[in-house]
């Protein structure tokens, strides 16, 4: 359940980033993800680690440790020290108690308790978080005391109270509850002892007894904390049955369960009918045999499903089948290689599943490809005004190129560590680390490196394209005289299209790698603002295009202006763009971001960029000095490419 926030809850990407880092490592699950919720718990079907917003108006220092406090109590506390069955069948018979609130309040605090006790014992490191969460609670908890007090709620005030006085804070116990706290004094100081949360629960029971005497008080209003819905038994059993028709595990569960009883009848059946085992692409179980067909084909068939169809006569699909199998030794699927194949394909981050090749908040992506149209006269007119205007820019960097070029064909190549030995020998008794090799000069050679710049045509760059289309200019003009062979591509979302099961994506390629050293570049023209920008996607599909070249370095730019934004892409946009980034890079691909600002570099512009490229990324004021800044990135990445 997620709870209405009016305030700013927006959160450093940055931060959550390390969040989940944190609670993938702590909760040993490589696809736990991290939400910021109202109350602090832990989805353990969904794989949703939730952080409490109790945290989001305190100091930076404060917020993280909070945040981290949370992390370690629900990803390695209640991950592995909870018995969620116990806390939801202690709620359910709470149910109707007239002080079921106050009761559950305290039955979660006391396992919270516990859990915090286990961490910092098995994990010393997580004592400073803690240490900060309690000073912070105790000062939390005393105002809130005081309000309830104000307000005559004793019991929120007496639950206050307890979880003070467990965190060595004294206050006074309210007037009205004083009786009822004598009582449940004894139980209250055993739930600081207690080993497991069935320990917690018994002594829940207990005060539950107690506190039914006191009908007259009214129950707890306040909800400090929360713990995750118990699955629905019908709906569980449902999607696991679907699942097993689905991958047919129910019929190997069969065949291994099967009794002595029922195997002879079945060798009675044998002689007068043969079965084949089957395998298909959704077989989660392969059997003895890798005879491939259609599976809801024939009569004769003993799988569970109830989709099977008379044979015809024109059925060659077994004939097929039976003369195209071979035998092999290597069918014998056990269980630890079904483990560890499924172990290679569960990947850490959003790209694990291998139906979700480019991350499960893009898994509903189509992809347009645009080419670039013939260029009109205007368009041609505007870019030959770019072209002169870019034109001393594009022959500096070619002189300073070709300069470094030719000197570094030219320099002496001795006094090397190591390659040919050289003739002054007498270096070896003289020098404490003599130089005594040379290498052979070498000849001018093409460089062997290729380009893609990506730019971002989301509606945001309405009052920039004009600028970034120079910036472009220069991008295409200087690698085509250095014969370097390159692309240019835009994207963006179509927002107005835009659904739950289909998010349209563009590219549209106005510099081919095939035409980039001898069209024109006038297509460039052609880049107009359109809606949305998913980034991260688009950066996985230009980093697979770029790892096809046949060039050895291989560099992926980005014109950006802003944080990605697309249909249901809010909460992990820049989340997803770095892991685009990340993945890209490791398939040894240079990648580098540049942010198009609005007049003024913000903090908050400049660690976006850097939450998502790292220390690779370049953030320009304004659209009118990209060409400023782009040219000593062009002229670093070409430096290094020598």
């Given amino acids: 359940m997620k709870f209405l926030v009016f305030a700013n809850t927006k959160i450093d990407s940055f931060v959550h980033m390390q969040l989940i880092d944190l609670s993938r490592s702590l909760s040993k699950v490589d696809k736990m993800d991290v939400s910021f919720s109202y109350h602090s718990y832990l989805e353990r079907n969904s794989g949703v680690t939730h952080v409490s917003q109790f945290w989001n108006p305190y100091p930076r220092d404060i917020q993280l440790e909070g945040w981290k406090s949370d992390v370690y109590l629900r990803s390695y506390g209640t991950q592995f020290h909870t018995d969620d069955h116990v806390i939801w069948n202690t709620l359910l018979q709470l149910k109707s108690h007239p002080h079921r609130e106050f009761l559950k309040q305290v039955l979660l605090f006391a396992e919270d308790f516990r859990l915090e006790q286990i961490c910092t014992n098995d994990r010393p490191g997580m004592m400073h978080a803690f240490r900060l969460r309690k000073e912070t609670f105790q000062v939390h908890y005393n105002r809130e005391y005081r309000k309830h007090i104000q307000q005559k709620r004793e019991l929120d005030a007496l639950f206050c109270h307890i979880i003070l006085l467990a965190n060595k804070r004294f206050v006074a116990v309210p007037k009205e509850t004083q009786a009822l706290y004598q009582q449940l004094r004894p139980l209250l100081t055993k739930l600081t002892t207690a080993q497991s949360t069935q320990d917690i629960a018994a002594i829940i029971t ?167 149209k013939p260029a009109s006269l205007d368009e041609i007119s505007q870019y030959d005004e770019f072209n002169q205007e870019i034109a001393p820019f594009v022959s500096q960097l070619k002189q300073n190129f070709l300069k470094t070029m030719e000197h570094k064909r030219t320099a002496p190549r001795e006094d090397l560590h190591f390659g040919r030995l050289g003739k002054k020998l007498t270096r070896l008794a003289t020098d404490k680390n003599p130089r005594l090799f040379r290498k052979k000069q ?201």
Avoid at 577 to 582: D, I
Wanted: include cysteine.
């Fill in 206 to 372: 207990k005060m539950a007894g107690i506190t039914s005497q006191y009908i007259n008080l009214p129950d707890m209003k306040t909800a400090y904390r929360s713990f995750s819905d118990q699955p629905k038994q019908t709906e569980t059993n449902a999607n696991e049955q679907d699942f097993e028709d689905l991958t047919r595990n129910s019929e190997t569960k069969t065949k291994k369960t099967i009794t002595k009883d029922d195997d002879s009848k079945k060798d009675e059946d044998d002689q007068e009918k043969e079965s084949h085992s089957s395998w298909h692409d959704e077989t989660s179980d392969p059997q003895d045999s890798f005879l491939q067909m259609d599976l809801d084909q024939g009569t004769n068939t003993d799988l569970l499903g109830e989709a099977a169809r008379e044979a015809e006569s024109g059925d060659a699909v077994f004939g097929s089948v039976q003369t195209s199998a071979h035998s092999t030794d290597n069918n014998d699927f056990n269980t630890q290689n079904e483990h560890e194949a499924e172990t290679d394909n569960n990947q850490s981050g959003s790209d694990a599943a291998n139906h979700f090749p480019y991350g499960e908040v893009n898994k509903n992506v189509t992809e347009h490809f645009i080419p670039a």
């Fill in 442 to 642: 070498e000849s001018q050679h093409e460089l062997d490196t290729t380009f893609t710049l990506l730019v971002d045509c989301s509606a945001s760059m309405f009052n920039k394209m004009e600028e970034t289309q120079k910036g472009i200019v220069l991008f295409h003009e200087t690698l085509k005289a250095l014969r370097i062979p390159h692309s240019v591509v835009g994207f963006w979302e179509d927002a107005a299209d835009a659904t739950t099961n289909d998010q349209p994506n563009y590219f549209h390629e106005v510099i081919s790698y095939r035409n980039s050293l001898h069209q024109s570049g006038a297509s460039i023209i052609q880049l107009e603002p359109q809606e949305d920008n998913r980034d991260g996607y688009s950066i996985r599909r230009m980093g697979e295009e770029l790892a096809k070249r046949p060039e050895q370095q291989k560099i992926l730019l980005v014109f950006s202006d802003g944080e990605p934004a697309a249909f249901d892409y809010e909460t992990h946009g820049v989340l997803d763009t770095h892991e685009a980034v990340t993945r890209t890079r490791k398939l040894g691909i240079e990648t580098i971001g540049m942010f198009i600002a609005n007049g003024e570099i913000t903090e908050e512009e400049e660690k976006l960029m850097q939450n998502i490229y790292g220390p690779q990324n370049v953030v320009v004021p304004s659209a009118a000095e990209l060409v400023d800044y782009l040219m000593p990135v062009l002229r670093k990445l070409l430096l290094k490419s020598l």
